[in-house]
């Protein structure tokens, strides 16, 4: 049993960059495949996120929790990302 606080914090670090970087390239793919997708329509999938975010009353643990805000992370940068193209 470890009790340092980085061997217990690296695995969820390593599912959050996990998650941000895979969410990341299907909004891309998508982008690319989907000639219809909208930043609205991202932006109503975000606010589904956020709406998930919100409701953990059963408690998703530390893991959910790093799936949950790199899913939302990567909404947000990509989001930002084609804002800022479009200027």
């Known amino acids: 049993y470890s009790t340092n606080m980085n061997e ?3 695995p969820i670090s390593v599912e959050y960059n996990t998650v941000f970087n895979e969410e990341l390239r299907g909004l891309e793919r998508r982008r690319i495949h989907d000639k219809n997708l909208t ?3 991202l932006e109503g999938m975000l606010d589904s996120l ?3 975010d919100g409701n953990d009353q059963n408690g998703r643990g530390a893991f ?3 799936v949950v805000s790199a899913q939302i992370a990567a909404y947000e ?3 930002t990302k084609w804002h800022n193209e479009k200027k």
């Open 8 to 10: 217990s914090i690296e």
């Open 39 to 41: 930043i609205d329509e």
């Open 50 to 52: 956020y709406i998930i």
């Open 64 to 66: 959910g929790d790093a």
């Open 77 to 79: 940068y990509f989001i």
